[in-house]
């Protein structure tokens, strides 16, 4: 299949987080917690299409809805009720959020809160954590992966993708994550033309490192001191809880990024925030300050399977699942000590990220990997796979509902073979 994908796509390959050396899997179905490849390998799947599929595959609640909407029709150039049902969900339980605009990914999420913040304050820069993935909006992808061939004192913004235009980089500025005083400096010099500051509670590529409380609630002080919006990219971070990391930390940004869960395994992403905010959208008085459209953009299937998706995760669900994060944690940490390797197991939830270094992990640069680190990340990677688990290549892993305790020990036990394999290496 990679030889026929070559012919046809470059690398063989629409979408490089999936590519593995020296050809990916090819998955061909999914149940519950399971993936199956073409090959007829069965794979505990701890990485659910990058954190998406929080009920893993074929939730029946989900199923019903879209083979529902598919009967009535798949999308149309008009609003359906569909759309209007999810916005009132997500409303009700994102403390921050008065209004919802939605979009096709988390990529477009995530865009459209930048605009938007730089449409209501008039201003053009955004700050941004080094290290963080937001998607691949230019001004997002800045700093993203940064290295110690162009780290200063500071975090530079470099470009990630060759060709970035240097206007994007005049516009971003990268600071270090949790540094409070870093960012009041960052303020301190550009405060008038700092339109909002992107953050991720819990930066999947910047480490998967809890935010400090404190650390968020002077983000949020500064920022407002200078007249500036703080955007919160809960992409990822909704599954932390019934509220997203928002909930969690207690902290209201002005806007918020979403995507992924909310789709029901879709494609889909939205904006939200204070209805003061969200206006620059509002098309009801002539041209609004920020015109947003697409083609499938609150698409009816999309709608009806992230509302059931998001109905069945109850309170109960994100116990559930906190609780087979927290035994997979700790097991994790117990058996690198036990096979002698440095390493740390870090993360909230239903999401935690290995990584094979020993000092204390603060930030982007503390879990940055060497030759070393990225060796052992490959090996740990495929020796997974080879025992049954799907993971991300650099580390991240993902739960899902349907796993029980049980599928929990028998990831562990795998992971547990990985790490005395990658100890026995000379």
Not at 125 to 151: M, T
Not at 228 to 245: K, P, Q, T
Not at 324 to 353: E, W, Y
Request: aromatic residues 8%; glycine residues 12%; contains cysteine.
């Amino acid at each position: 299949m990679f030889e026929r994908a070559r012919k046809v796509m470059p690398g063989g390959n629409t979408r490089t987080t999936v590519y593995i050396d020296p050809f990916p899997i090819y998955a061909d179905r999914g149940e519950g917690c399971h993936v199956w490849d073409v090959d007829g390998n069965v794979y505990y799947d701890c990485i659910n299409n990058f954190t998406a599929m929080i009920h893993g595959y074929g939730h029946p609640d989900v199923t019903t809805a879209v083979v529902s909407q598919i009967a009535h029709g798949t999308a149309f150039g008009a609003p359906t009720e569909s759309e209007l049902d999810l916005a009132e969900l997500l409303v009700e339980r994102l403390p921050s959020v008065e209004q919802v605009r939605f979009a096709n990914s988390g990529t477009e999420g995530v865009m459209m809160a930048i605009k938007a913040a730089r449409a209501f304050t008039g201003r053009p820069k955004i700050v941004k954590i080094e290290g963080a993935y937001h998607g691949s909006y230019d001004f997002a992808e800045v700093s993203l992966d940064s290295s110690p061939a162009n780290w200063g004192d500071m975090p530079a913004s470099t470009a990630y993708a060759k060709g970035t235009p240097a206007g994007v980089l005049n516009d971003v500025i990268a600071v270090p994550f949790n540094d409070t005083e870093a960012l009041r400096a960052v303020f301190d010099a550009h405060g008038g033309t700092i339109a909002g500051v992107l953050i991720d509670p819990m930066p999947n590529r910047a480490g998967l490192i809890p935010a400090r409380k404190d650390y968020l609630e002077a983000t949020v002080e500064i920022a407002h001191c200078f007249g500036s919006l703080v955007i919160f990219d809960e992409v990822i971070s909704l599954r932390l809880g019934y509220s997203g990391a928002q909930g969690l930390w207690g902290i209201d940004p002005d806007l918020t990024a979403l995507g992924k869960i909310i789709g029901g395994g879709f494609p889909v992403g939205a904006v939200g925030g204070r209805a003061e905010v969200m206006a620059v959208f509002d098309p009801t008085r002539g041209k609004p300050a920020l015109p947003h459209a697409g083609t499938f953009t609150a698409n009816p299937v999309t709608m009806r399977a992230g509302l059931a998706a998001m109905r069945t995760l109850t309170p109960e669900s994100f116990e559930h699942l906190e609780s087979i994060g927290a035994l997979l944690r700790k097991g994790i940490t117990d058996s690198l000590a036990r096979h002698g390797l440095n390493g740390q197991c870090v993360g909230l939830g239903s999401l935690f990220k290995v990584h094979f270094t020993a000092p204390p992990i603060t930030d982007y640069r503390s879990v940055y990997p060497g030759a070393s680190e990225r060796k052992k990340l490959n090996l740990f990677h495929k020796g997974l796979l080879d025992r049954g688990v799907l993971s991300a290549s650099y580390g991240l892993f993902a739960l899902s509902t349907p796993m029980t305790e049980n599928d929990a020990r028998d990831i562990l036990s795998a992971v547990d073979g990985a790490l005395a394999a990658i100890a026995s290496q000379p």
